[in-house]
């Protein structure tokens, strides 16, 4: 890190630590970590569920309980079923096979090899994910009634009131453009250790995020509500492809093949309320003055067995999902993804999370609608641009109007 960032930390450390007893607050918030972790792995030891499960369905029909809101709140993540069509996603994952070969997607993969240097921190290595955005399918994903009927629900989560009026609006969302996983069987390259996406040593130099962790901070973390979004849309993260720069209420993915535990997926630390312990546990005194836990700018966000185990004992995979699941977690949750995928087929992912719509993610979707206009990488992303000659790439002309209102067109 260059002299600058490390004269940011340290200066923002000195402060953060003038403001409360960081090591009375980090105590507290460790040992409520501990009770949570207990109760996963209670869970776990008797086979029962952890991450929680609803069927679309109930969310069409608005029968989704008031337990189970409560059980998602909790856990910060959920398994939504149903939200497409079986055959459906089976004829997806064979055109978007096509679409990969037919353009020759490998070849032109070697000859643009590191330019995405996101993931090059964590010891697993990167992942083989596809740099591909404007596909016919994950286009269709995208603007498809059932993934809105989706995202509303999911941000209903959220209390959108802030002391500026409403931080963003639950009922209608942009377009962030994201790309696709397909793993094969027997891989053992692609594993992501834990980790935290949506900024990294902001969470505690950028002023925004300092007031969405304000009460932890000032020594008040009961106080601490991880789905209040005052603030959370004007936070200012690190520019670095593959830095998300919009605000997403929810990450996620929806899967195209069926995948469990075995099959190199998705691992979850299902505690909403971490970033207690995460934020306080780099203001200790076994942490350098310049240093948060190793956090680095225009990276993820490390969680490691160095400082915060007693977090990590809480990892778990996600439970067996099926085509046309769709899997989410809030942007404070820990994930991971397996090293070595054990089982017999192709796990495969679209990535679609919800980015509800506010002005700072209409900032990046106009810029957005600009690269897919023409078949560039979206701006967030290593300009690969992969797509701008593809034969087969979903066009403007297929926009529903939903889906123009989605990509700010």
């Not at 679209?350 to 900032?363: A, D, T, V, W, Y």
Request: charged share 25%; hydrophobic share 35%; aromatic share 10%.
């Amino acid at each position: 890190m260059n002299k600058k960032i490390l004269k940011l930390i340290t200066e923002t450390k000195a402060q953060l630590k003038s403001q409360a007893n960081v090591k009375t607050s980090y105590e507290k918030a460790r040992s409520s970590i501990q009770s949570d972790v207990d109760s996963i792995l209670d869970l776990k030891l008797k086979n029962e569920p952890i991450i929680p499960e609803i069927e679309y369905q109930s969310i069409l029909n608005e029968t989704v309980s008031k337990a189970q809101i409560t059980t998602l709140k909790k856990r910060g993540c959920v398994i939504i079923r149903n939200v497409f069509d079986r055959g459906l996603i089976a004829e997806w994952n064979e055109e978007i096979n096509d679409y990969i070969f037919d353009n020759n997607y490998f070849d032109k993969a070697i000859e643009k090899e590191g330019m995405d240097q996101y993931f090059s921190d964590l010891k697993s290595g990167a992942p083989q994910i596809f740099g591909l955005y404007w596909s016919k399918p994950q286009m269709l994903a995208r603007q498809s009634k059932s993934m809105a009927i989706t995202k509303k629900f999911l941000n209903s989560m959220w209390d959108v009131n802030g002391p500026n009026g409403i931080e963003f609006n639950p009922s209608q969302d942009y377009v962030y453009a994201d790309r696709i996983r397909r793993r094969e069987p027997g891989d053992e390259t692609l594993g992501l250790s834990p980790h935290i996406d949506g900024g990294s040593f902001e969470r505690w130099t950028d002023p925004a995020f300092q007031k969405v962790y304000g009460t932890i901070f000032n020594g008040d973390a009961k106080s601490y509500d991880p789905w209040k979004a005052a603030f959370r849309t004007s936070t200012q993260e690190y520019k670095s492809p593959a830095v998300c720069s919009m605000f997403r209420t929810f990450q996620g993915w929806t899967a195209m093949t069926q995948q469990g535990p075995l099959d190199g997926t998705l691992s979850l630390i299902p505690i909403t309320d971490s970033m207690s312990y995460l934020l306080l546990r780099a203001l200790q005194d076994d942490i350098a003055d310049d240093n948060l836990c190793d956090a680095t700018p225009g990276r993820p966000l490390l969680i490691s067995e160095k400082y915060h185990q007693e977090l990590l004992k809480g990892l778990v995979s996600i439970p067996e999902v099926y085509p046309g699941d769709t899997v989410w977690w809030h942007p404070d949750i820990t994930h991971s993804v397996a090293d070595k995928h054990s089982g017999k087929n192709y796990s495969n992912v679209m990535f679609i999370g919800s980015s509800p719509q506010c002005p700072k993610n209409l900032r990046y979707a106009i810029k957005q609608a600009e690269h897919f206009l023409q078949g560039k990488s979206p701006p967030d992303f290593a300009p690969e641009d992969y797509e701008i000659d593809f034969k087969g790439r979903f066009n403007v002309n297929e926009l529903t109007s939903l889906g123009r209102n989605q990509m700010a067109l």
